[in-house]
T-cell receptor, first 111, second 117 residues
């Protein structure tokens, strides 16, 4: 079945560590996105990529990094520079003309 | 930059009745898309309905319909014949129709819908 897979579902990080969240899609979509969701709030855009080997910062990119080496994959690294990383992270993809499809998310907790 | 505002943090509705969720947005663009997404406890984002700004006719999807007022920059969602499965967070979202910015969704803060049996 076509879709977006995020892993892991739950992730725990010690302070000062970098962690990488995985996002894979088999929908052949060109564009991919990372959003952050804090409790009781809407989604805020971290990074997005419209084509392989190219990506742009969103509204809250500080403390995060991404790569887009393959069309199917758009991993997000939460670095130690992100001061408050505990949140729910959602990945999405879409065609140029079409609607966004979302993964099931990764809950990141700093311990 | 575009902004989306949902002024109702929580709404409660009796099963089988109707509830209306409010959304306002701010933009200087003439062409854009508006969406309502549902996020149930599973946290999966589900597209409920979409409206294209150049279409005057309000979108409808089964029990879900919108009231799109372009001049007022208002985009409300009406859920008719509410069911227990409608209980979720609902997010209003905006997307420009132009250029690279046209691919990004801007979300409101969400409205939690509670359905009473």
């Amino acid at each position: 079945d076509g879709g977006i897979t995020q892993s892991p579902k739950y992730l725990f990080r010690k302070e000062g560590q970098n962690v990488t969240l995985s996002c894979e899609q088999n929908l052949n979509h060109d564009a991919m996105y990372w959003y952050r969701q804090d409790p009781g709030q809407g989604l805020r855009l971290i990074y997005y990529s419209q084509i392989v080997n190219d990506f742009q910062k969103g509204d809250i990119a500080e403390g995060y990094s991404v790569s887009r080496e393959k069309k199917e994959s758009f991993p997000l690294t939460v670095t130690s520079a992100q001061k408050n990383p505990t949140a729910f992270y959602l990945c999405a993809s879409k065609e140029v003309i079409g609607e966004a499809f979302f993964g099931q998310g990764t809950r990141l907790t700093v311990v | 930059a575009q902004t989306v505002t949902q002024s109702q943090p929580e709404m409660s509705v009796q099963e089988a009745e109707t509830v209306t969720l409010s959304c306002t947005y701010d933009t200087s663009e003439s062409d854009y898309y508006l969406f309502w997404y549902k996020q149930p406890p599973s946290r999966q984002m589900i597209l409920v309905i979409r409206q294209e700004a150049y279409k005057q006719q309000n979108a409808t999807e089964n029990r879900f319909s919108v009231n799109f007022q372009k001049a007022a920059k208002s985009f409300s969602l009406k859920i008719s014949d509410s069911q227990l499965g409608d209980a979720a967070m609902y997010f209003c979202a905006y997307r420009s129709a132009f250029g690279a910015a046209g691919n990004k969704l801007t979300f409101g803060g969400g409205t939690r819908v509670l359905v009473k049996p």
